[in-house]
């Protein structure tokens, strides 16, 4: 769980709900970060396979992510310019900030181990997703 995740719970929703199926992460910390729309949680929007990758990760390596993109409402999404083919918007793509180069190299070997094929590095950032209809990649970018 990112050190700048905390997660505000109202009636309905409970912190045993947010953590759900999950071990280290919480389900809050996927969800649409505009703060315009109603989607207080990733889990009902969300796709299973990357959040349980990432969370296996998490609890194998001892780390923490700062998500700073998953699952975008529509109006985030346009707002953002995504396609309307981007991964994020169907909940199969994930954006982590990570400043240092051993955590990165961690996340990276844990994403290759569990056979995710399509990445985006930068020196601040992680972009992964598991949108089989897309071919293998790997890009490394300045400033993504």
Not at 6 to 32: A, V
């Amino acid at each position: 769980m990112s050190l700048l995740h905390r997660p505000h719970y109202e009636i309905g929703y409970t912190e045993e709900e947010d953590k759900e199926g999950l071990n280290k992460l919480l389900w809050s910390q996927f969800m649409c970060k505009c703060g315009l729309c109603s989607i207080k949680t990733g889990k009902n929007f969300m796709e299973r396979l990357p959040v349980f990758i990432l969370d296996e990760i998490a609890q194998e390596e001892r780390m923490r992510f700062d998500i700073r993109l998953a699952y975008t409402c529509k109006r985030n999404a346009d707002k953002l310019a995504l396609t309307s083919k981007n991964p994020h918007r169907v909940g199969l793509g994930v954006k982590i900030r990570l400043i240092n180069n051993k955590k990165r190299f961690k996340l990276i070997r844990g994403l290759v181990m569990r056979g995710v094929s399509r990445f985006s590095v930068s020196n601040e950032f992680v972009y992964f997703d598991t949108d089989d209809l897309k071919p293998m990649s790997f890009h490394i970018k300045e400033g993504y």
